[in-house]
């Protein structure tokens, strides 16, 4: 009998079988599905992009408007610059008309007539320096005497700057032309660029993509920094040409006013010199008084010293003896040794006359202390009537010397030696007079 041999392999069952059927027929479905909202996303977005070429157009003209409009703006600060160039350009003619040696050496002359109150200013600070211990303060003379060496500094100063402002202002016209001249080519060639842009369209040949076009270049500035640099180059032109015109009269009005503040700094210090110069004196004077009276102090004070040992000496007899009666007695025999009415009045004795005996001895001691301190302020008030008479003496000195500000240097004779500070006694009467009046 014939037998049915089976293939060897895996069996499925009948219900497998049609759920693979069903899964290939949903997942066909569902395939077309997507596919068909794919393709309806695809044709809707070709419509919005079509419909987009319009904005684009509009986009264009907008742009096409937004650099004409650029290019007015910068041709009109184009025309702004060159009528300033043109006004400079004229101030720099004028300037080197105007700009004569007269100024110039009015100018010289003024700034070199400061040298003679610089040196007396810094001449009498450094006597002044010369003052010892107390005395070498910042008094109201000393700061008179650095206000006005700032004085004549600032004066030096402010002759020394319009002096080099009447030789540096066509050097800052000059300036300011290139800046102008440079922002006037930069001008002109952003006009250049900017119409050529504009000339441009998409059927243009030279047209092309970029790399990274919408980078923002390095140096680029805003809108109100284009403008304000621009109207800082106009301000500046237009300042320079007002500062050109305006420096002679500016030199003339320095000169006066610097010789004004000169001469009423030169009145304030010798007025601070002399007021100083009383103090001085009337300290010295008080210090006289005081060194007197101090010297009578301690001669007196010597004297009572002298007294209080002379009755500290005469105290030790007295109770000598009382101490010799009191160990004397304490030899009596037996009952004899009795605390009598005399034992109790030589112990009250010796009571009071060690008490008199401490007391002088204090008082001694406090008046030797009284009379040394008293020598040592003598000292000190000696050591101060010299300093004194030494910080008078130097201020004197510092008048005499600002005596060079009144009096013409060929008339001008020291009253001071340099060397040893004596007097010199050879003045005519006329120069006495002059230093008097000083």
Known sequence: MATLSLKPGSRFAVPDWHTNSDLISTNAERQRSASHDIRQEARMLRNETNNKDFQTHWDEQDNRTRLSDRIDDVDKWKQ???KCLYEVDAEIDALNQALNKKIKDEAERALQAKNVPLDVAVESLTYRERRRDIDLVMDPVEAELHKEVEVIEAVRKALQQKISEAFEQLCLLQETRQQLNWDHRCKVETIEIDRTCLSL???????SLKPDPKRVPSGTTTPLEWEQYSQYNKERAEAEIRGSTQLREAIALTIAQTYNEL????VAVEFAFRKRIREFEKAHNELKWQEK???EEIEEMEEDIRRLEADLKDKRGPLKLAHTRLETRTFRPNMELCRDQAQYGLTDEVHQLEGTIAALKQKLAQSQDALDALYKHLARIEADIKTKENSLSLDNRCL?????????????????DTFNRTTN??????????????
């Open 80 to 82: 702004v610059l060159d």
């Open 201 to 207: 369209n998409k059927n243009s040949p030279n047209i």
């Open 263 to 266: 001469e009423a700094q030169r």
């Open 293 to 295: 009276n101090t010297k």
């Open 400 to 416: 005499d010397v600002r005596r060079k500000l009144t009096v013409p240097a060929e008339k001008y004779v020291a009253s001071l």
């Open 425 to 438: 006694r050879n003045l005519s009467p006329l120069k006495s007079h002059q230093l008097e009046l000083a």
